[in-house]
């Protein structure tokens, strides 16, 4: 009796016995990547004790905040590591739902208020600025982003977004060689161009969307298209953002979407 007891305690103790997996982790594939390809820009459109309560305790989320004190500063919320919920349903050139491939960074800004003379945006201190710099520079460098992959929420969900708005420094991450900007030469003799002549409505929907933006190919401007040209002119051409088409939005356009010529090696310029 006492032999098939003790039999039975061993089968017991056999069945709960946890199997470790081997892993042998000398090998390493070579067609991998890291998860963030992107970083996208926000702001929070609340005060700094709202903003801090809506990215913790609910389930829309960032990786960063950054706050608007005197000497702003950043929480980190969620690890780099994890998918944060900022960018919601959203596309990028062949990339969806950009949550997964993305580091999202909130800035405490109001963002807008309406008036009787339309809506009144809100400027970043310098202050924030020269804060969020260095940590773009820094996750830039740990993760090899590309340049045209630095975005605001707006570009990539331009048909229910508009942060970081039109009073965000875009020029200023331009000049810290973070994001790339169009040459104001070419641009001016494109503009002399396309003022005699502006682009269709197929020519703007295929530059839009070649530059990245999801835009409708309708051949017409439609309310989507607008919006679509109105989050590619806050950044570009901040001064004017109505979503009309242009000589200037599309010689913007086209500097962007078309690389500049390179001289052949050794050839000599002719005055």
Same mark, same amino acid.
């Given at each position: 009796?006492?032999?098939?007891?003790?039999?039975?305690?061993?089968?017991?103790?056999?069945?709960?016995?946890?199997?470790?997996?081997?892993?042998?982790?000398?090998?390493?594939?070579?067609?991998?990547?890291?998860?963030?390809?992107?970083?996208?820009?926000?702001?929070?459109?609340?005060?700094?004790?709202?903003?801090?309560?809506?990215?913790?305790?609910?389930?829309?989320?960032?990786?960063?905040?950054?706050?608007?004190?005197? $000497?702003?500063?950043?929480?980190?919320?969620?690890?780099?590591? =994890? *998918?944060?919920?900022? +960018? @919601?349903?959203?596309? /990028?050139?062949?990339?969806?739902?950009?949550?997964?491939?993305?580091?999202?960074?909130?800035?405490?800004?109001?963002?807008?208020?309406?008036?009787?003379?339309?809506?009144?945006?809100?400027?970043?201190?310098?202050?924030?600025?020269?804060?969020?710099?260095?940590?773009?520079?820094?996750?830039?460098?740990?993760?090899?982003?590309?340049?045209?992959?630095?975005?605001?929420?707006?570009?990539?969900?331009?048909? $229910?977004?508009?942060?970081?708005?039109?009073?965000?420094?875009? =020029? *200023?991450?331009?000049? +810290? @060689?973070?994001?790339? /900007?169009?040459?104001?030469?070419?641009?001016?003799?494109?503009?002399?161009?396309?003022?005699?002549?502006?682009?269709?409505?197929?020519?703007?929907?295929?530059?839009?969307?070649?530059?990245?933006?999801?835009?409708?190919?309708?051949?017409?401007?439609?309310?989507?298209?607008?919006?679509?040209?109105?989050?590619?002119?806050?950044?570009?051409?901040?001064?004017?953002?109505?979503?009309?088409?242009?000589?200037?939005?599309?010689?913007?356009?086209?500097?962007?979407?078309?690389?500049?010529?390179?001289?052949? +090696? @050794?050839?000599?310029?002719?005055?």
């Amino acid at each position: 009796m006492k032999k098939i007891a003790l039999a039975l305690l061993v089968a017991l103790l056999s069945a709960c016995t946890t199997t470790v997996p081997q892993i042998d982790r000398s090998l390493t594939a070579r067609g991998q990547s890291p998860r963030v390809k992107f970083i996208i820009i926000h702001y929070t459109v609340s005060d700094l004790p709202r903003s801090i309560k809506i990215l913790t305790e609910q389930e829309v989320s960032s990786h960063y905040l950054l706050t608007d004190t005197a $000497r702003p500063s950043f929480y980190a919320l969620v690890d780099e590591s =994890r *998918q944060a919920n900022h +960018a @919601g349903v959203s596309n /990028w050139k062949t990339y969806t739902q950009l949550n997964v491939s993305s580091i999202g960074i909130e800035i405490v800004n109001p963002g807008f208020t309406e008036s009787p003379q339309g809506r009144i945006w809100y400027p970043f201190p310098q202050a924030q600025i020269d804060q969020l710099i260095p940590l773009l520079k820094d996750i830039v460098a740990r993760y090899n982003i590309s340049p045209e992959n630095i975005l605001g929420h707006n570009e990539i969900a331009p048909q $229910r977004k508009q942060d970081p708005g039109p009073l965000f420094p875009w =020029r *200023q991450l331009a000049d +810290a @060689g973070l994001i790339v /900007w169009p040459d104001a030469n070419r641009v001016a003799a494109q503009r002399v161009v396309y003022e005699q002549m502006l682009p269709d409505a197929v020519w703007f929907q295929q530059k839009l969307a070649k530059h990245g933006y999801a835009t409708p190919q309708t051949g017409v401007f439609d309310e989507a298209t607008r919006n679509v040209l109105i989050a590619f002119q806050m950044k570009y051409r901040n001064t004017r953002f109505d979503g009309m088409p242009d000589a200037e939005t599309a010689a913007l356009l086209e500097v962007l979407t078309t690389p500049a010529p390179v001289a052949p +090696a @050794g050839a000599v310029a002719i005055k």
